[in-house]
């Protein structure tokens, strides 16, 4: 596991330790992530360990950890999570040429009421991306957008 990982993973164990998961939500981050997530949904955390058991049972060389790919590419433990606690709350990019994109829900004029779907968008425009705001908006995710439910991907009908 990458250092930086490893020190957070400390430093909020030993919050979780000293106070409880209390504790932990007073903490910069809220304490919400996958570990305060496990804490108070006892149903994840088990679905969690059985699936890193079934991945270290796999592994040819008995007692061997699971390395970064591995790790990522188990379905309850890859990036879903990132999409309701994100560390980067917006983005920033500048366009490198004119560029038309197309809008899911018109803007309408306040000067006189036309509406338009495509907005273009010149060379060298600074743009902001509210990755906090897309990552939990109903219209894409649907009503429970503010859970993490990885069951949303696992289950492929849906």
Do not use: C
């Amino acid at each position: 596991m990458h250092p930086v990982y490893v020190n957070l993973y400390q430093a909020r164990q030993k919050v979780l330790e000293e106070g409880g998961s209390a504790a932990l939500a007073e903490t910069a981050a809220g304490g919400k992530d996958l570990i305060t997530s496990m804490t108070e949904d006892q149903d994840l955390q088990a679905r969690l360990r059985a699936e890193l058991r079934e991945a270290k049972a796999a592994k040819k060389a008995p007692g061997e950890d699971l390395d970064y790919s591995e790790l990522e590419s188990l379905p309850l433990l890859d990036r879903k999570m990132l999409r309701i606690y994100s560390p980067v709350t917006f983005v920033w990019r500048q366009t490198i040429k004119d560029v038309l994109v197309t809008l899911t829900y018109p803007i309408r004029s306040t000067v006189d009421g036309s509406e338009t779907n495509q907005l273009l968008i010149h060379k060298g425009t600074a743009v902001y991306l509210g990755m906090s705001a897309a990552n939990r908006s109903t219209a894409i995710w649907g009503p429970d957008a503010a859970e993490f439910r990885p069951e949303r991907w696992l289950n492929k009908t849906q």
